[in-house]
């Protein structure tokens, strides 16, 4: 089975999750996935599961019979591998599942800071659509009937309703636009990576993502390192999994110091990738050989300062966004209910 379609962070997670628990009994993979594969209800996971055991039950290793699918990421199939010949395979699942967890929550955290802030705006430009081009012609028709005229910025408001609804079909074409853009930029791996690289040099965002980036060095480094490899080689693997630019850079200077004599929390130290602090905290559990329990420590609290951050971001948006539209809205109103109000007094 060949299947053009990547299996989600959320998919992987599950699967390692569950193997790790079968491996960690002393079930062998083959009769593992058998179990697996009565409960698995998706068609889809039925039958990813189902081809794995034919593969498995004809004496091929598991690493052959996952990579078989083609639905599981390289490194995915890169730390089994590793797994299967070091004979810890129950660990590396166990840490696979850990990883991709915590991949799916920064997923999860990244699309909930850009979703609501485009839902919102479109929530706004709605309602102002509506107020400039229904509404404000009726109040038009009720000052002319009154035998008087609209002020200069009700006006104004009034121009530009006129101007929208003239060229509806270019309003409309924008709007749809706007929504193919988010639609694009959430949805589909060009858009998430061009998203993705605009957040990284957009100043009020490189910051939280240069933290997103030591977090995951710091889980991969952990996931490595739990795995059996060398900081070295492991520094290598996680390269490939840190889609940051400048962190990549930094890892090639850790490698290059480590290659002059320095130890791993100097060139870690060095290169910047950590804080002084952590830097220490790192020298000492490589010494007592606690390295990879350290990292997943540090790779955790740099998803809770993330997560921290997220929020405080949609703590933020959410009064401003409200604010500001219902001042838009306000101030449209207001233009033409004061002056009316006025009118019926005089009247009165």
């Known amino acids: 089975m060949k299947s053009g379609k990547m299996l989600s962070n959320r998919e992987i997670a599950s699967f390692c999750e569950q193997t790790a628990l079968i491996l960690n009994a002393g079930i062998t993979p083959s009769e593992g996935m058998a179990i697996m594969l009565s409960d698995t209800h998706t068609e889809q996971g039925r039958e990813i599961i189902q081809s794995i055991w034919n593969i498995t ?13 083609g639905v599981f990421p390289d490194y995915v199939l890169h730390m089994i591998s590793i797994g299967e010949e070091s004979g810890k395979l129950d660990i590396v699942m166990n840490s696979l599942a850990k990883y991709y967890e915590r991949e799916q929550s920064i997923q999860d955290s990244i699309k909930s800071a850009v979703s609501y802030p485009f839902l919102m705006i479109a ?29 200069t910025i009700s006006k104004t408001f009034l121009n530009i309703g006129s101007a929208l609804s003239r060229y509806s079909t270019i309003t409309v074409l924008i709007l749809v636009l706007l ?18 690289n605009f957040l990284m040099i957009f100043p009020p965002t490189k910051a939280f993502q240069e933290k997103i980036a030591s977090g995951r060095f710091a889980s991969g480094m952990s996931l490595m ?8 080689t492991s520094l290598d693997y996680v390269t490939k999994l840190v889609d940051h630019k400048g962190m990549q850079q930094k890892i090639a200077s850790c490698k290059t110091m480590i290659q002059g004599g320095s130890n791993f929390s100097e060139a870690l130290s060095e290169a910047a990738i950590f804080s002084h602090l952590y830097a220490r905290m790192i020298s000492v559990a490589f010494k007592t050989g606690n390295l990879d329990v350290v990292m997943e420590k540090i790779a955790s609290h740099y998803e809770k300062e993330t997560d921290d951050k997220i929020y405080s971001i949609i703590s933020i948006l959410e009064p401003t966004l409200v604010i500001i539209l219902s001042l ?13 109000m006025g009118i019926m007094s005089s009247i009165g």
């Open 57 to 69: 039950k004809e004496g091929e290793s598991f690493y052959t019979a996952v990579k078989s699918v």
């Open 123 to 151: 929530m706004m430009v709605v309602v102002i659509l509506v107020l400039l081009t229904k509404v404000l012609p009726i109040f038009n028709q009720v000052f002319q009937q009154l035998g008087t005229e609209m002020n």
């Open 179 to 196: 929504m193919a853009l988010f639609y694009f930029s959430t949805r589909t791996l060009k858009g998430k990576e061009v998203l993705h």
């Open 225 to 232: 390192i739990s795995s059996g490899m060398d900081t070295f």
């Open 328 to 340: 838009i809205v306000g101030l449209i109103l207001m233009s033409v209910i004061l002056p009316l």
